[in-house]
Antibody, heavy 121, light 111 residues
Framework: QVQLVESGGGVVQPGGSLRLSCAAS????????MHWVRQAPGKGLEWVAF????????YHADSVQGRFTISRDNPKNTLYVQMNSLRTEDTAVYYC??????????????WGQGTLVTVSS | QSALTQPRSVSGSPGQSVTISCTGT?????????VSWYQQHPGKAPKFMIY???KRPSGVPDRFSGSKSGNTASLTISGLQAEDEADYYC???????????FGGGTKLTVL
């Protein structure tokens, strides 16, 4: 069965950096696009970034553009997001999610359990 | 890209039907038939419920249905059950720059 396991969350000071990982199993990782979605405490979902199945194209929300970078290592079945210049408003649970198909508009059919990132001094 | 507009809360009694609306613009909901819906129980990850406006993934009960008219998409849950009590989020493709935009979420209470 599909499993997505995020790791790398923690407490970081404003202006700091963090790299999150998402280990995937139960499907052919290299055949699907992948997303990061976040949820601030008590708030709704916010799409963060998407990467195509082969890493050829990446897309980032305006709120993280230039600070976050999504990437993937297909031989390792792992998705990443490098988060730099972190702000207090980046505090959230970060979910990785699998796209249902190849297209950029494919829905998110499987989600990990999330990892909490807290940006605080 | 602004979030899609959903009612903060809806409620219904067991066995009844409820509808949750999701209003966007012609740049997202109205422009594409790529609306999806997600259910989230407290402390849990979102669960995929509806895609391409009205299609159900395997395993999702047919009590859940989706539709769209103009810039507004809707999720209808019929025959409400206690386990349907959760937060529901809509999501729409919003073009090749901002791929996805979510609604603010709707809390469903089963009375």
């Amino acid at each position: 069965q599909v499993q997505l396991v995020e790791s790398g969350g923690g407490v970081v000071q404003p202006g700091g950096s963090l790299r999150l990982s998402c280990a995937a199993s139960g499907f052919i990782f290299s055949s699907y696009g992948m997303h990061w979605v976040r949820q601030a405490p008590g708030k709704g979902l916010e799409w963060v970034a998407f990467i195509r199945y082969d890493g050829s194209n990446t897309y980032h929300a305006d709120s993280v553009q230039g600070r976050f970078t999504i990437s993937r290592d297909n031989p390792k079945n792992t998705l990443y997001v490098q988060m730099n210049s972190l702000r207090t408003e980046d505090t959230a649970v970060y979910y990785c999610a699998k796209a249902m198909g190849l297209s950029v508009y494919a829905p998110l059919d499987y989600w990990g359990q999330g990892t909490l990132v807290t940006v605080s001094s | 890209q602004s979030a899609l507009t959903q009612p903060r809360s809806v409620s219904g009694s067991p066995g009844q039907s409820v509808t949750i609306s999701c209003t966007g613009t012609s740049s997202d909901v109205g422009g594409y038939n790529y609306v999806s819906w997600y259910q989230q129980h407290p402390g849990k990850a979102p669960k995929f419920m509806i895609y391409d406006v009205s299609k159900r993934p395997s395993g999702v009960p047919d009590r859940f249905s989706g539709s769209k008219s103009g810039n507004t998409a809707s999720l209808t849950i019929s025959g409400l059950q206690a386990e349907d009590e959760a937060d529901y989020y809509c999501c729409s493709y919003a073009g090749s720059y901002t791929l996805g935009v979510f609604g603010g979420g709707t809390k469903l209470t089963v009375l």
